[in-house]
């Protein structure tokens, strides 16, 4: 059993920056995909960005991230981060981590088996 918890969120001012954090607690967690999804008020969960266990260039994102989120792990450490920069009203949500047993970086929330409880992250205008 993998038990995932996330770190980081907060109020940030719209065109600033947070780093989000996904602590791992679980002994084959560095074998996992790693992604970070978000649930906005009166929407559905979405995707935002993954990670495959080796980490690289294995990424992926949701396009309304790209060029503004990093996604990052630090195996010895069990750690993924999201670095989230430009933030923007949007991007207000609740982020979830998430773990999964594929090889790849993927988007399709049914590939991960473990969440985390979220952190919320408000944007202003």
């Known amino acids: 059993q993998e038990e995932l918890g996330e770190s980081g969120g907060g109020l940030v001012q719209a065109g600033g920056s947070l780093r989000l954090s996904c602590a791992a607690s679980?002994?084959?967690?560095?074998?996992?995909?790693m992604g970070w999804f978000r649930q906005a008020p009166g929407k559905e969960r979405e995707f935002v960005a993954s990670?495959?266990?080796?980490?690289?260039?294995?990424?992926r994102y949701a396009d309304s991230v790209k060029g503004r989120f990093t996604i990052s792990r630090d195996n010895a450490e069990k750690v993924v981060h999201l670095q989230m920069n430009n933030l923007q009203p949007e991007d207000t949500a609740v982020y979830f981590c998430a773990a999964g047993g594929g090889f790849r970086a993927t988007s399709n929330d049914y590939e991960y088996d473990y969440w985390g409880q979220g952190t919320q992250v408000t944007v202003s205008s």
């Open positions: 679980g002994r084959t967690i560095n074998s996992y995909t």
């Open positions: 990670i495959s266990w080796s980490g690289g260039g294995n990424t």
